[in-house]
């Protein structure tokens, strides 16, 4: 029923509007008291569809099977939520920065150690009555972006060689002088401070007196959305091009081709009239696949820097500067240099893994009252710590293993053909790109013979339930997912 309730909410929506909301809701399960649950990948796209598609959602659900009742909305991977951004997301409106919500498994970032124990789950049931008025949006709301977190600033961000380039260019551009690099266009995998120094931008240039809007890709799809329903598309288009900066963060999530055209015009005309751009991605603009080609070119014409993965230096040194902070709020806290040491030199990942592995100690010396040392370190953060960097797996990487490994050819696994022989292995293939690649199932599709993203989820869906009862097939995907970590 979800993809025949899917394709309804595509005919009623149209493309565009589908694809910026829908694209990235998965079905998980649909119980016998009639809920039905689904996922979302952020924690802003929830409430969006929280907010505005509760009634059709059901009505549709209903007419396609009668006994749905209830619709469940949980992000997904998220185990805690920050109270400190739900509340401010509260007080503005519902909207929050989609970055420091985009919680995954094992992100306590900047969480002290009662927020981690008052934390739920983020499964919350949807379809509360929401107040009247909150669909509609006036064009004086348009130029209020989202949220900054007051702790990302240019004194909290230490410096290191993998982000010094970055950080002279963010640096630069706060500042008060002529634009020099439009756009700006910063790079990096997940948890490396992108976020963190866009809002250290934000924040000095808006110190400044200049006329700043801080948006993620979301919220941009939100707010232009919403102004074409309440037709003020245009006053929406003013206000964008009256401001002096402009930050777009994860940019990799602009979907939608009305949406990326009116990207390209406020691109375009703020660029033309010398005010500044700044985006972030968790990839190069060259990688930006769903990204309409113009809008990349654009993006590639500014400065383009990319930001590595910290090297023991810089992360010892992140550590260091937490532990400040942290010291300043618990008095009687004591981190050895060694157990610094220790968590810098096998916490090796990320920014967000460091904190949280900070995190976890602090919560454990607190709770247990019990002192920090190197065992209790090893011990408490034996998960974090690994023994290999992952690579990054490419959806080439899989293709070829996978024909290899089943002597199908790779045309034969991108064709159209159904033989059975052929069918299981592409399934197992697109199933790999989704778990070991950051791509959509839309991308993915694409990769895979022009294929819809239905098709991908189904194949997803299959390997799932095929593996659940098949530990010989298990096996062989964990031999192929080593065949391709290593
Ligand atoms: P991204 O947006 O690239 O995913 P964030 O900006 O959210 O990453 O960073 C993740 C966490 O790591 C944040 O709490 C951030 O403050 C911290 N962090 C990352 N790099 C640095 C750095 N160089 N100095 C201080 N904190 C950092
Ligand atoms: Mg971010």
């Known amino acids: 029923q979800w993809s025949r309730v899917k394709k309804r909410l595509r005919a009623e929506l149209g493309e565009d509007v589908f694809s910026s909301w829908f694209a990235r809701v998965d079905l998980e399960s649909r119980g016998a008291d009639g809920t039905v649950c689904l996922s979302v990948p952020t924690r802003f796209l929830k409430q969006w569809i929280q907010s505005h598609y509760r009634d059709r959602l059901i009505n549709l659900w209903q007419s396609e099977c009668g006994d749905i009742n209830r619709i469940e909305l949980t992000v997904r991977g998220a185990i805690r939520a920050r109270p400190s951004v739900v509340a401010q997301a509260a007080s503005q409106g519902g909207v929050a920065t989609a970055g420091s919500l985009k919680s995954s498994v094992g992100d306590t970032r900047s969480m002290s150690v009662p927020d981690m124990m008052q934390s739920r789950p983020a499964t919350v049931s949807a379809f509360r009555p929401v107040e009247s008025g909150s669909q509609s949006m006036a064009a004086a709301d348009v130029l209020e972006g989202a949220a900054l977190d007051p702790k990302y600033t240019f004194s909290t961000f230490v410096e290191g060689r993998s982000n010094a380039l970055a950080l002279a260019a963010a640096r630069q551009i706060a500042g008060n002088g002529p634009v020099t690099y439009n756009p700006l266009y910063l790079h990096a995998s997940v948890g490396l401070g992108k976020t963190h120094l866009l809002h250290a931008i934000a924040a000095e240039a808006r110190h400044g007196g200049r006329k700043v809007l801080y948006l993620t890709a979301e919220h941009f799809m939100y707010r232009f959305v919403a102004a074409l329903k309440s037709q003020s598309a245009l006053a929406f288009k003013d206000t964008l091009r009256g401001i002096d900066l402009l930050l777009i963060d994860d940019m990799q999530f602009l979907h939608g081709k009305q949406v990326q055209q009116e990207f390209c015009h406020t691109l375009n005309s703020l660029i033309d009239g010398a005010r500044q751009v700044v985006v972030a991605a968790d990839r190069a603009p060259g990688e930006l696949e769903t990204l309409d080609d113009r809008v990349r070119s654009r993006l590639a014409g500014g400065l383009v820097v990319g930001i590595q993965t910290p090297d023991y230096e810089l992360r010892r040194a992140i550590l260091a500067n937490r532990t400040r902070q942290v010291a300043a709020a618990h008095p009687n ?113 694409r990769r895979f013979g022009n294929r819809d993203h239905t098709t991908v989820l189904h194949a997803v869906r299959k390997i799932e339930e095929l593996v659940k009862n098949d530990p010989a097939l298990a096996q062989e995907i964990e031999l192929l997912k080593r065949m391709l970590d290593s």
């Open 333 to 445: 806290f004591a981190m050895p240099d060694g157990v610094l040491d220790y968590v810098a030199s096998n916490v090796t990942a990320n920014g967000r893994d460091l904190e949280g592995a900070l995190n976890r100690l602090v919560a454990h010396n607190q709770l247990t009252n019990q002192p920090i040392t190197p065992e209790m370190a090893e011990l408490t953060l034996r998960d974090l710590v690994r023994t290999h960097e992952p690579r990054r797996v490419k959806i080439e990487d899989i293709q070829r293993v996978v024909s290899k490994h089943y002597n199908v050819s790779k045309p034969d696994l991108l064709s159209a053909r159904r033989t059975r022989t052929i069918v299981r292995p592409r399934q197992i293939a697109m199933y790999l790109a989704k778990m070991l690649t950051p791509r959509s199932l839309p991308e993915i599709g």
